[in-house]
């Protein structure tokens, strides 16, 4: 029987291994136990001689609800009055999606009022321009 290699899994700094298993494996990894924030995924390999080899997989858990912000990006330098829209909302889980909250309202950006008014006199433009051209023709 031919020897495999070992898989130990650790998350973060944590010494005692979340699973000890033998390769090729496929493992799945519950991200529900873990807080929200950034982590790192270790794997340490050994093989039959004894030589180790490691591989440090950093990610980012996002379990809890969403939340979105407008009116302030990170860091920004900012005074006065700042008015803030604060939206959270969960995924609910894998059997069940969550409608209600889950869309976030935002304000009109200001380029759309923008084209809105040059819109608006482009069709006053037109209007008044076919208008004497009916006119003259008459």
Do not use: C
């Not at 136990?33 to 490691?54: A, F, M, N, R």
């Amino acid at each position: 029987m031919e020897a495999r290699s070992k898989i130990y899994i650790f998350i973060d700094e944590d010494t005692q291994p979340i699973a000890e298993l033998v390769a090729p494996v496929n493992f799945e990894l519950d991200t529900t136990k873990l807080i929200d924030g950034k982590h790192t995924l270790k794997i340490v390999s050994k093989d039959p001689t004894g030589k180790e080899g490691v591989r440090h997989v950093p990610f980012e858990v996002r379990n809890g609800p969403a939340i979105s912000i407008e009116g302030i990006k990170e860091n920004a330098v900012v005074d006065g009055i700042i008015p803030l829209m604060v939206n959270a909302y969960g995924k609910g889980d894998s059997k069940n999606f969550l409608i209600e909250g889950s869309e976030t309202p935002q304000s009109i950006p200001f380029w759309i009022f923008i084209l809105l008014i040059l819109f608006v006199a482009w069709s006053a433009y037109f209007f008044f321009t076919s208008s004497a051209v009916e006119l003259f023709t008459k």
